[in-house]
């Protein structure tokens, strides 16, 4: 009897012990596991129905009823070049051609996106754009060809020759915001605040790219663009797009590790 109780106990025991290191593992693997989202390559139009539930919206709310862009769309704005590019030749003073994706209110105030891009031309600095907005909050890089800055950062840039292709990493940590030029950190700052409309329209979440103005003209190439709703990834904690989509899950990186403050 006694050896009994005793065989039942030990049983009792390592079932606790392995159900503590499962659930540990659980947790671990959850907090390493970061990876992209959706990653773009341009080799469709980025609103074409083939890609799925993958497709982004053409100049378009998530729902046309909130609000309606469609107006602005110009289909002679944009082609898809034999190399995999996305062209955008926004030269219509009164159209435009950008592209979100809409998630839902609370899923993007942490999050990365990344682009290879070039930019021609960008008469105001929102014709060629990389974004990640919240309600009110717009994190904008705006991309000319000399130099790329924030929107929000009264006019300070860094330098780059954009005419030539560059990777592009944005990331917002709810009010910190951060660029990086090929991996290097460049630019940190918060996001513009915009008041009415956008104050209160709880739907008006997304991560958007493209020329965004009608008034504005630019010219743009875009050969990838991706982007994680899963945290703020440096290039360091989470590797590009592409190489990480050709080595399938690898990359297990130190995710939802912040940035020094
Ligand atoms: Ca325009
Ligand atoms: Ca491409």
Request: with cysteine; glycine share 6%.
């Amino acid at each position: 009897m006694c050896a009994y109780v005793s065989r039942f106990r030990t049983t009792i025991f390592l079932s606790c012990i392995l159900t503590v290191v499962a659930v540990s593992l659980m947790v671990v693997s959850k907090g390493l596991a970061a990876s992209w989202d959706l990653v773009y390559e341009a080799n469709v139009l980025p609103h074409d129905e083939r890609l799925g539930d993958k497709a982004w919206k053409w100049c378009a709310a998530p729902d046309n009823k909130l609000y309606d862009w469609t107006g602005s769309r110009n289909p002679k704005l944009q082609e898809i070049n034999p190399e995999g590019e996305l062209h955008v030749n926004d030269n219509d003073p009164k159209k435009t051609a950008w592209w979100a994706r809409w998630l839902e209110k609370g899923e993007v105030e942490e999050s990365t996106m990344e682009a290879r891009v070039k930019s021609l031309s960008n008469s105001n600095g929102l014709a060629v754009q990389l974004r990640i907005a919240y309600q009110e909050n717009f994190v904008a890089l705006l991309i000319y060809p000399d130099n790329i800055q924030f929107w929000q950062d009264g006019g300070r840039q860094i330098k780059a020759d954009m005419k030539q292709y560059h990777i592009l990493r944005l990331t917002v940590d709810k009010k910190k915001a951060t660029a990086y030029l090929d991996g290097q950190k460049v630019l940190d700052g918060a996001p513009k605040i915009l008041e009415n409309p956008f104050k209160g329209w709880s739907w008006f979440n997304q991560f958007m790219f493209g020329a965004g103005t009608n008034d504005g003209t630019g010219e743009s190439y875009w050969d990838y663009v991706a982007y994680t709703a899963e945290g703020t990834f440096s290039p360091s904690q989470l590797g590009d797009p592409l190489s990480i989509k050709s080595a399938g899950k690898l990359p297990i990186t130190w995710a939802r590790i912040k940035e020094s403050k």
